[in-house]
């Protein structure tokens, strides 16, 4: 029973994660940069919640809906302000001013909010599910990270392989040049993978706001790296390999605090990412690279 | 290569630029004075008519709550005592650096501010920056009162005082407290690793709490890092399935709210017993108070106790910072900076002493010191730096502290 | 003079010419007293950021690996390094003496650590091989905060649970305390040691740039393949590569912890985070250009410093400013203004673009005595 609760915990976890690293991975599949800054629009999505729905006492849908609409403004002003300048530069390059933004964020959150940490209220409004005599407690927020966890995978997947504007994504990731050649508008596409990648953010900040009540400007920093780890674990690119790769660091992360160290899961996180990697060079669902001459 | 030339140059003029760049904005004021200083070394004396105090902490950063508390509640006290016309006659000049709660930084800040010509420093705020410091100030022979920074290597320099707690103190009473008041049977511990305060107190909790055996037993004893502050479920359904009916939090606050909202979701209903850095919970934004109910914990300040003293402070502090309520790091700061002020008079410090002087003075006054403050009345030092003052024990009812005897 | 030489040889007496200079000026303004206590202070501190950024760059500018986890060696030199010292403070008495070998144990131990990840690492190619050392950086992090080493009558002890489980004798003083690191540390980095260590360091580079291996080391870095299929052992010069890099860090992690008496491994000074910092002085410096290296480092651990006069808004600034230089620098329009004002490159010549550098190294080689530089 107990095994039971950490799985569900993990799972719960995961699927933060990969809705986060869904926004990692289609940034990364199109304009083919890290978006370091990733996090900290997680974070800035989850003040927004936090100051309409508690503060000024909007309903939660709709303090919802305003975060997503920040935080897609948000992200396609640093595409067009910080990223899109450096189109033709090293991915290095962008790389280093997406660690800019980061900090920029953060520092600009730490301005407005102050350091205090806010207790971020739930904005899942169900009663933990409680089974077996109390021995095993279900949270709402987990069971609803869950079912958004895989209703945004399937509805992306759709959109990408649907959808003409979700056909010239694909398109632009696989040869940005020939895509442009075939009249597909390459600086929109990426524009509307920000645009995308951040609202997904929003939600997932306050998903990951509602399980671990707690928020900081630092809040993003860390979820951020470990969904970019679960981007790459799944292999970088892939829709449903950010899910899967989501899923699984969520639950070695809990299990590994669980039974074997508190201090160490972390550690064991990285270790088993190590190993995929090493029997696997692109991930587990990463497509094999063909090197040219 | 005339290029390359001009953009070495360019990048040669662009370092020292930098570097007279810094001379200049770190002296504002008194540059002259401090300028000969820095050669002086030790000896620094800083002129003009002012005493000046300086104060580091992490004001960015994960541990910016603790060094903007300690800003604000100092600046507080500088204010008021310069409204009252200063000390001996002599304004308070008041600096503070942030160091990002980094030992690097923390010296950067330090070295900063002796370039201002600062002369007393009241810091740092967190303790791993806080005693890389004391190396320096002990060289400089500078006085230092930290208000905050509670671990025991902190106080190894004889110029080094505290108004916080020292870590042992707090674990060895909490024991003892809940031995003594029989409140269980059964004792999970939670503590953060990585942090000095919350691993010290742990440490003596455990020693002391199997000479607690007859009326409880720890049963479980989970730790966590700052890196993993936000997730405790794991932990959580641990003690829960260990069967622990009272959870020992020495950490701070703010995590502390964390805890008791997943405790709550998983049906988790133990006593939570935290140590001084609990205070705050109730002062969250937003966070549910419900949830802190019969939380017990040992403080040397609350926030909303009925003294006049800690009244009027919570009032002008709540004026002064959006209404912000202040935690203990800003009642400890606040003490630090009347502290300093009472040792300051009774031992004749004059602007214009040079920094070993003022030191040597202070050394010699605040040993002597009876301090009735917002953390305590009768606050005393030994020679060794650490004070002696009473925690009281509190419980949360209907959103409230209430004393527990 | 200079004209006669080859190209890099030029280049180099430059590059050393630079840090003896600055290294005398410095020393001449400290000792007239014209120095603030706060650049005083930031002396050694400089000294191993440049020597983390230029070892760096021998991963990502000539290797032409990018590497994430560049502070966990720095983080083993560190702590390794400061453990030894304290537990020796006593038994060697001289000063420069025990750094030294501390130093030495520290690149011993770093090289070594750097070769056991490298065995791995560098199996993998691009993005892939970044998260690997990233991931590889937060274990050694996360590693060395739960380690419990404690010395005693009866010898060392070691564990990785908490203090007391060490069961020391009563005489036994502990070294290392899990998370809450090394205090104590012997205060024995000073600014001409740092120089020095520097100057090794520029020196160990530089040569192996311009040598037969390292023409083969970047060889690989262009083209794999064809380096491979002329004969070059791939996995050997790899190797090479990599763990004099981490060999490097881990003496700058040296210098670091005996300028501060206190060390702990937070995210800050040995996670990622240092890590990524590592990087935006080679990014910045200019990717293989080793002199720009030290120029970034220097500028930006300078930078947020000087903007203390700024309090509150100083880390915002200094995000702006990062942010500013990027586009400045690697934007077409940025380049376009530069181009027209007649502005050099900010801190170097080469393009950070990393085919563009490996062209100029290239041509650093082929070039002749007497040819007319750029």
Not at chain 1, 74 to 81: D, P, R
């Amino acid at each position: 029973m107990d095994f039971l609760t950490h799985l569900i915990n993990g799972i719960s976890l995961g699927s933060i994660y990969a809705i986060i690293a869904l926004g990692y991975t289609m940034v990364y599949g199109i304009a083919k940069m890290l978006n370091f800054a990733h996090g900290d629009v997680i974070m800035i999505g989850s003040y927004v919640v936090f100051i309409t729905v508690s503060t000024m006492g909007f309903p939660t849908i709709l303090g919802i809906v305003i975060a997503m609409a920040i935080c897609t403004v948000l992200g396609m002003t640093i595409e067009k302000v910080a990223y899109s300048p450096l189109r033709n530069a090293t991915p290095l390059a962008v790389l280093i001013t997406a660690i800019g933004v980061s900090y920029l964020l953060q520092n600009i959150a730490l301005l407005v909010f102050g350091a205090n940490p806010k207790s971020f209220k739930s904005v899942v409004p169900f009663e933990p599910l409680v089974l077996a005599d109390g021995q095993l407690v279900i949270t709402g927020v987990s069971i609803v990270a869950i079912i958004t966890g895989v209703i945004i995978m399937v509805a992306l997947t759709l959109f990408v392989n649907k959808t003409k504007a979700g056909c010239a994504m694909k398109a632009v990731s696989e040869d940005r040049g020939a895509a442009q050649l075939m009249g597909i508008n390459v600086n929109g596409t990426i524009s509307m993978t920000f645009a995308i990648g951040s609202a997904l953010a929003a939600i997932a900040g306050v998903l990951l706001c509602s399980a671990y009540p707690t928020l900081t400007p630092y809040t993003g920093s860390m979820p951020g790296i470990k969904a970019f780890t679960a981007a790459v674990f799944g292999g970088i690119g892939s829709i449903p390999g950010a899910m899967i790769g989501g899923l699984l660091l969520g639950i070695i992360e809990i299990l590994g605090k669980a039974y074997i160290s508190s201090q160490l899961a972390d550690a064991i996180v990285f270790a088993v990412l190590i190993i995929v990697l090493l029997v696997k060079p692109t991930g587990i669902l990463g497509k094999p690279i063909n090197e040219k001459v | 290569m005339k290029k390359k030339i001009v953009s070495l140059v360019m990048a040669g003029l662009l370092v020292v630029s930098a570097i007279s760049g810094c001379g200049g904005s770190g002296g504002s004021g008194s540059s002259a004075a401090a300028g000969s200083s820095a050669a002086a070394g030790s000896g620094a004396a800083a002129g003009g008519s002012t005493i000046k105090i300086g104060s580091i902490g992490p004001v960015t950063g994960a541990a910016a709550l603790y060094g903007e508390a300690v800003k604000n509640g100092a600046q507080l006290a500088v204010d008021e005592i310069n409204a009252a016309g200063g000390i001996g006659g002599s304004k308070i000049e008041f600096k503070f650096e942030d160091d990002e709660h980094d030992a690097e930084k923390s010296v950067n800040a330090y070295n900063t501010l002796k370039d201002w010509g600062m002369q007393i420093l009241m810091g740092t705020v967190t303790t791993t920056p806080c005693i890389a410091v004391t190396e320096k100030t002990s060289a400089d022979q500078m006085f230092q009162l930290t208000p905050s920074a509670s671990s025991q290597d902190v106080i190894a320099k004889d110029n080094v005082f505290q108004v916080c707690f020292t870590d042992p103190n707090q674990g060895i009473a909490s024991a003892k407290y809940i031995g003594t008041k029989k409140l269980a049977t059964k004792v999970a511990v939670l503590y953060n690793s990585s942090d000095v305060y919350s691993k010290g107190i742990y440490e003596k909790f455990m020693e002391e709490s199997k000479n607690q055996s007859g009326t409880y037993t720890v049963v479980a004893e989970e730790a966590f890092t700052d890196e993993s502050k936000t997730d405790f479920s794991a932990q959580l359904n641990k003690f829960k399935s260990a069967g622990a009916d009272l959870v020992f939090c020495p950490f701070y606050y703010e995590v502390a709210a964390v805890v008791l909202k997943q405790a709550n979701e998983i049906k988790f209903t133990p006593t939570f017993f935290g140590v001084d850095g609990m205070d705050g919970i109730l002062g969250v934004e937003n966070f549910d108070t419900k949830l802190a109910e019969n939380v017990v914990l040992l403080t040397p300040f609350v926030a909303d106790a009925q003294d006049e003293k800690t009244q009027k402070f919570v009032a002008a502090y709540k004026k002064a910072y959006n209404n912000v309520t202040p935690i203990q790091f800003a009642a400890d700061a606040y003490d630090a900076i009347y502290i300093i002020k009472e040792a300051a008079e009774k031992s004749g410090v004059k602007a214009g002493m040079k920094t070993d002087e003022i030191c040597k003075l202070l050394k010699e006054a605040i040993t002597g010191l009876s301090f009735d403050g917002l953390t305590g009345t009768g606050m005393k030092w030994s020679a060794d730096g650490a004070v002696n003052k009473d925690p009281k024990a509190m419980v949360i009812k209907n959103g409230a502290y209430t004393a527990m005897d | 003079m200079l004209k006669n030489m080859k190209k890099s040889t030029r280049s180099n007496i430059i590059t050393y010419a630079m840090v003896i200079v600055a290294y005398i000026v410095m020393q001449t303004l400290v000792s007239t007293g014209s120095v603030t206590n706060l650049i005083q202070g930031l002396l050694v501190p400089l000294c191993a950021y440049s020597i983390l950024a230029v070892s760096l760059n021998l991963t990502v500018g000539i290797l032409g690996e990018l590497s994430l986890g560049h502070a966990g060696f720095m983080c083993v030199g560190a702590f390794v390094s400061a453990a030894f010292s304290k537990i020796n403070a006593t038994s060697i008495e001289n000063d420069l003496l025990r750094f030294i070998i501390a130093i030495i144990i520290a690149a011993v131990c770093a090289g070594i650590v750097g070769i056991l990840i490298g065995i791995p690492v560098l199996r993998l190619k691009g993005d892939y091989l970044a998260i690997v050392t990233l991931a590889f950086g937060e274990i050694i992090k996360n590693v060395m905060n739960v380690i419990y080493l404690g010395v005693d009558s009866k010898g060392i002890h070691f564990c990785i649970t908490k203090a007391s489980d060490l069961n020391m004798e009563s005489d036994g003083k502990i070294i290392i305390n899990g998370a809450t690191g090394i205090t104590g540390t012997p205060h024995s980095s000073n600014f001409t040691i740092g120089v020095i260590l520097l100057l090794i360091t520029l020196f160990i580079v530089l040569n192996l740039i311009n040598s037969r291996s390292g023409r083969a080391i970047m060889a690989i870095r262009d083209n794999s393949i064809a380096a491979e299929s002329i004969g070059i052992d791939l996995t050997k010069y790899k190797m090479l590569a990599f763990s004099i890099s981490a060999m490097l860090a881990g003496v700058a992690g040296a210098l670091y912890s005996h300028n501060l008496s206190t060390l702990a491994a937070t995210s800050k000074n040995f996670g990622y985070n240092m890590s990524i910092m590592i990087l935006v002085f080679v990014v910045l410096g200019g990717i293989g250009n080793i002199r720009g290296s030290i120029i970034a480092a220097i500028i930006l651990t300078l930078l947020p410093e000087l903007l203390r006069a700024v309090n509150d808004y100083r880390m915002l600034i200094y995000a702006i400013l990062l942010i500013a230089l990027m586009l400045f620098n690697s934007s077409p329009a940025g380049i376009n203004f530069r181009e027209k004002y007649g502005i050099g490159r900010l801190l170097h010549k080469n393009g950070p673009d990393l085919s563009e550098t490996a062209g100029t190294q290239r041509a650093h080689h082929v070039e002749g005595a007497g040819k007319k530089g750029v």
